[in-house]
């Protein structure tokens, strides 16, 4: 079973940043998309991105175009999300997720384009 990890939330205020990591001890993300979403108290799991297995392809939410940033290290199987200038409504638990069989994404896709999750990271935006 393959079991994703994410690591980096916490608190922040207003304007800052953090950096999300994803990866899986023992197995290789090299060749999967992988995809990040957010999912608020009371809300939907929302897409927030989506990167291909080598990176060439990225896609955001208009939400967060031009504050996140998607970015992955094969050599350390490790895929981030910078995310930068929060906001309060960016409060959420971040999770990532892939899909064995797919290495491309074409947008931001939605929660039945996975098969594997992670157990969440909680990111909370407040002064």
């Known amino acids: 079973q393959v079991q994703l990890m994410e690591s980096g939330g916490g608190l922040v205020q207003p304007g800052g940043s953090l950096t999300l990591s994803c990866t899986v001890p023992?197995?290789?993300?090299?060749?999967?998309?992988i995809g990040w979403f957010r999912q608020a108290p009371g809300k939907e799991r929302e897409g927030v991105s989506c990167?291909?297995?080598?990176?060439?392809?990225?896609y955001y939410a208009d939400s967060v175009k031009g504050r996140f940033t998607s970015t992955r290290d094969n050599a350390k199987n490790t895929i981030y999300l910078q995310m930068n200038s929060l906001k309060t409504e960016d409060t959420a638990v971040y999770y990532c997720?892939?899909?064995?069989?797919?290495?491309?994404?074409?947008?931001?896709?939605?929660?039945?384009?996975?098969?594997?999750w992670g157990q969440g990271t909680q990111v909370t935006v407040s002064s």
């Open positions: 997720a892939t899909d064995l069989n797919r290495s491309n994404c074409q947008r931001v896709h939605g929660t039945t384009f996975y098969d594997h």
């Open positions: 023992g197995f290789t993300l090299d060749y999967y998309a």
């Open positions: 990167i291909s297995a080598m990176g060439g392809s990225i």
